[in-house]
């Protein structure tokens, strides 16, 4: 038997469902790095890395939200290609797929707090502050926010690490969130007082947690891309692709993510511009054109293992494997998760996906 049939009875136990790596707080704390709503847990990146990463693999993660396969397969000491279409995941799965060097971001931060000490806002750059964002700061806070728009605007992607950690802060329910009450994930209502917090004392106690766990010895970069996987290529074939494509037909994932995409200076009405972009919203056939792409960037034989859903009704495992049996894939399992009742999240509607599922397919 060869080693992926192997790992797909492994895999089919359903490991990560086992203490510890059931919790959504396991593995290293970079997985904390920022909120994303789509996240994987960590425990099945980690059962996903060390099944089905080989040494020598080059391994694609097209829709790698923010890392957590690459970077358990980086952690493992396996060279990874990172794609995503949101400036969010970008920064923060390049600031976990990179070697940080604590000192460095903590020059970073003091360049950031000088930039706060001595700038001053334009109207038009308070202006940026729509009424929906308002509603979350003290103004005092705004400010800071603001200044700090203004000062990631003219840095390059070396600042990443720092960018990531107060991507986190900028809102919850937590001591640490920059904003009222509100949600770490989705940017709910906030509640209770506008009281003022000092972004830079609470940013730097952000990026000291960040760095309480060393990274592996074997820990291997990453290359991280920001763009659309249908207009994307790559000069080398890759042996596999494992990632976690967004589920189909969502409405809500522009909202979730509505305070840190305004932090990476895009309004709420140019958020909206880019929305047919993103696979969430789309139906289950874009998987056909999604799968001549990986098919074009997979060496023969090589395998892709998906993180899917039953989504309203849809079985996606199945669906998918469908058409890419028509494209020249040849399915070797899809396996199920029953998540009904565990999947809440603190996001509404999740709550329509009842079942997770891997599907395991060959380039033929
Ligand atoms: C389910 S999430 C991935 C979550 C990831 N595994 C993690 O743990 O953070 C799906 C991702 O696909 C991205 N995406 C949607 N449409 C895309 C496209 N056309 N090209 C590349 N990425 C896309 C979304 O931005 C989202 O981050």
Redesign the pocket.
């Known amino acids: 038997m060869n080693k992926t049939n192997e790992s797909i009875i492994e895999l089919k136990k359903l490991p990560y469902l086992e203490k510890p790596f059931c919790s959504r707080g396991w593995g290293h704390k970079l997985h904390s790095l920022c909120s ?1 709503q ?3 847990k960590p425990g099945i ?1 980690y059962f996903l890395a060390n099944l089905f990463g080989e040494n020598d693999d080059l391994i694609f ?9 690459p970077f358990e397969l980086a952690q493992k000491g396996i060279k990874t290609i990172s ?4 400036p969010i ?1 970008y920064t923060v799965t390049l600031a976990k797929l990179k070697k940080q060097d604590k000192e460095r971001i903590l020059k970073q931060l003091e360049e950031l707090n000088k930039f706060i000490k001595t700038s001053e806002l334009t109207q038009q750059e308070y202006n940026f502050a729509d009424d929906y964002t308002k509603r979350f700061y003290h103004e005092k806070t705004l400010r800071e926010i603001l200044l700090s728009i203004k000062f990631f605007t003219k840095k390059d992607d070396s600042y990443s690490f720092l960018k990531a950690c107060l991507l986190h802060i900028l809102h919850g329910n937590r001591p640490y969130a920059l904003s009222r009450t509100s949600h770490n994930v989705t940017p709910y209502a906030p509640r209770g007082d506008f009281v003022y917090k000092d972004l830079v004392k609470n940013l730097k106690d952000k990026v000291e947690r960040m760095f309480e766990d060393p990274l592996s010895p074997d820990f291997v970069e990453g290359e991280v891309f920001l ?4 207009e ?1 290529s790559y000069p080398k074939k890759f042996d596999k692709i494992i ?5 189909i037909n969502s409405t809500r ?1 522009l909202y979730n993510n509505r305070i840190r995409m305004w932090f990476n200076g895009y309004s709420y009405q140019e958020q909206m511009k880019q929305a047919d ?4 919203s789309k139906g289950i056939d874009v998987f056909n054109d999604v799968l001549k792409k990986f098919s074009e960037l997979l060496k023969q034989d090589g395998y892709c293992i998906l ?1 899917l859903g039953v989504v309203k009704k849809i079985d996606m495992g199945v669906e998918i494997s469908k058409l890419g049996e028509k494209l020249g894939f040849k399915t070797l399992a899809i396996l199920y998760e029953n998540v009904s009742g565990k999947e809440k999240f603190g996001i509404r509607d999740q709550g329509a996906t009842h079942k997770h599922q891997f599907l395991i397919m060959q380039k033929r």
């Open positions: 994303y789509s996240k994987l990146a993660d097209p829709f790698s939200g923010i890392g957590t396969i794609l995503d279409i949101n995941a763009g659309n996987i249908m994307f990632t976690s494509p967004p589920f994932f972009k993103y696979l969430e993180h």
